[in-house]
């Protein structure tokens, strides 16, 4: 089974930078996509950036793109998100995601395609 532990998270001011880790344990599924999600409140988790398992393609969502940089080390099986000019309404629980197969076009972001998830990191802007 694969184990994913998310950390990184906390507390910053608006204008500010974090920077989220992910690493996977047991059976790692390398050549799949990991992404990044999130879930506020009384909302739906949203994907907002993943990888291709060979890191040559990165998909964002449009609230993020320019902001944020999805990494990833496929020898420490690890996946990372630099979240920099960070806003209030980028505070959520976010979740990393092990995807164990391939994705058609343009569902990079879905969390239905993802299989595995780690316990999630708070982040909180304010």
């Known amino acids: 089974d694969v184990q994913l532990v998310e950390s990184g998270g906390g507390s910053v001011q608006a204008g500010g930078s974090l920077r989220l880790s992910c690493v996977a344990s047991g059976y790692t599924y390398s050549d799949y996509c990991m992404g990044w999600f999130r879930q506020a409140p009384g909302k739906e988790r949203e994907g907002i950036a993943a990888?291709?398992?060979?890191?040559?393609?990165?998909y964002y969502h449009d609230s993020v793109r320019g902001r944020f940089t999805i990494s990833r080390d496929r020898a420490k099986n690890a996946v990372y998100l630099q979240m920099n000019t960070l806003k209030p309404e980028d505070s959520a629980m976010y979740y990393c995601g092990q995807a164990s197969r391939g994705m058609d076009a343009n569902t990079h972001l879905d969390p239905n395609q993802y299989t595995y998830w780690g316990q999630g990191t708070q982040v909180t802007v304010s």
């Open positions: 990888q291709s398992p060979s890191g040559s393609t990165a």
